[in-house]
């Protein structure tokens, strides 16, 4: 993958692109330029957590127009729909990592998942706790690096969020039951009652139970599940089209609805900003 300076030269011929370290261990890590409107409202089933390197970023959040700047640490809670835009003319640069929330329940043992109010935050625990996963997205991570990393991270997200309790009757064994089944059916359709039947669960204890201990619905988590699938084979060159119904998706309109409503850009600009960053 290129240097930064490279990706900084070309901003005249494509102002607007996306950097990205091949994901591992349910970890995203990106680069990123815009110039103007980034993201139509979306969300997924990850947390964002990140910075701005360079100029104002904007986004609509919990109905509420925040802005970041260099300086502070950028915390979005799974399932919380948020947009992005640039603060000034000169657009905006920031590093995030998309983590998801299994990644946190390892290290927090089922509790409930942190949540830090307002999408943005000075607590200097956060910004020290990101600062080895916050690296440029070329670097590549060392696998204790990362791990140690990201149980940094849960405690302090935990700590600075403060605990909640849990209902009493919440089952962490039940929901893990579910996450797993849902990653090996992620290419067929799965009912609500058929993931109870297989984690031992009634349908609604189930459905709240995954909403505390992952952040949002088995649903849309399955959702994300196939649109990962997608994007993979995307960039491996397979068809929009292809890649759609090879990842659980009935037709390519179909992945493209839901691949919009979940990073809030369509797949087709998507992966040109990646191309475009990768310098194909």
């Known amino acids: 993958m290129p240097a930064l300076p490279t990706m900084?030269?070309?901003?005249?011929?494509?102002?607007?692109?996306?950097?990205?370290?091949?994901?591992a261990q349910g970890i995203e890590r990106i680069e990123a330029f815009f110039s103007g409107n980034a993201y139509a409202m979306h969300r997924h089933d990850t947390y964002a957590i990140g910075r701005t390197l360079a100029g104002v970023q904007c986004f609509q959040y919990r109905r509420s127009l925040r802005a970041s700047v260099p300086g502070k640490t950028i915390v979005l809670h799974p399932d919380e729909a948020h947009d992005g835009q640039a603060g000034t003319d000169?657009?905006?640069?920031?590093?995030?990592?998309?983590?998801?929330?299994?990644?946190?329940?390892?290290?927090?043992?089922?509790?409930a998942l942190p949540f830090i109010e307002g999408g943005i935050t000075d607590d200097p625990r956060l910004f020290a706790a990101t600062e080895a996963l916050l690296q440029r997205p070329e670097i590549l991570l060392d696998p204790l690096?990362?791990?140690?990393?990201?149980?940094?991270?849960?405690?302090?997200?935990?700590?600075?969020?403060?605990?909640?309790?849990?209902?009493?009757?919440?089952?962490?064994?039940?929901?893990?039951?579910?996450?797993?089944?849902?990653?090996?059916?992620?290419?067929?359709?799965?009912?609500?009652?058929?993931?109870?039947?297989?984690?031992?669960?009634?349908?609604?204890?189930?459905?709240?139970?995954?909403?505390?201990?992952?952040?949002?619905?088995?649903y849309h988590y399955l959702t994300m599940r196939r649109l990962e699938a997608a994007r993979r084979l995307m960039q491996?060159?397979?068809?929009?089209?292809?890649?759609?119904?090879a990842a659980g998706f009935a037709d390519q309109s179909h992945m493209t609805r839901h691949f919009t409503k979940a990073y809030g850009i369509p797949p087709a600009r998507w992966l040109r900003m990646v191309q475009s960053a990768d310098g194909r």
């Open 236 to 245: 491996h060159g397979v068809a929009l089209a292809d890649s759609a119904v």
């Open 145 to 218: 690096e990362r791990d140690d990393g990201m149980v940094e991270l849960a405690l302090a997200l935990d700590a600075a969020s403060g605990a909640r309790p849990l209902r009493p009757s919440c089952d962490f064994r039940a929901a893990q039951l579910a996450r797993d089944y849902l990653h090996a059916a992620s290419h067929r359709p799965v009912t609500l009652e058929e993931l109870a039947v297989a984690c031992g669960r009634d349908r609604w204890s189930l459905s709240r139970d995954f909403r505390t201990f992952y952040g949002t619905s088995p």
């Open 8 to 23: 900084t030269r070309r901003r005249a011929e494509s102002p607007d692109w996306v950097h990205r370290a091949e994901p």
């Open 90 to 111: 000169e657009g905006f640069r920031y590093r995030m990592i998309y983590v998801e929330p299994a990644v946190f329940q390892a290290a927090l043992g089922g509790k």
